[in-house]
């Protein structure tokens, strides 16, 4: 499936995925989620995600479930290092 993914310019943990070139001003989002998402940046355009995929602060399975689901999919990610001396 190919997916592009938005991040939110408000917290940039937040990530919203539809797929491959829809406009994402027409979800219909609750009110909850547009206190997150109301305002998002383009983050990937035509990423190809497949339910075999591993791969680092993204779950494709469930992504995929989701945008199936719904017509779009929430998630996040964060990425922390801690550096011990």
């Known amino acids: 499936m190919n997916i592009d993914v938005y991040q939110s310019t408000k917290n940039t943990k937040h990530f919203l995925s539809v797929p491959h070139g829809f406009d994402v001003s ?6 909850a989620e547009l206190a997150i998402y ?3 940046s383009t983050f990937k355009r035509g ?4 339910t075999t995929d591993e ?5 494709s399975s469930d992504i995929i479930a989701q945008i199936k689901s719904k017509g779009y999919a929430l998630h996040g990610a964060a990425i ?6």
């Open 26 to 31: 027409k979800l219909n989002l609750s009110a």
């Open 38 to 40: 109301q305002k998002v």
């Open 47 to 50: 990423l190809t995600a497949d």
């Open 55 to 59: 791969r680092i602060a993204m779950n």
């Open 80 to 85: 922390v290092f801690n550096e011990s001396v």
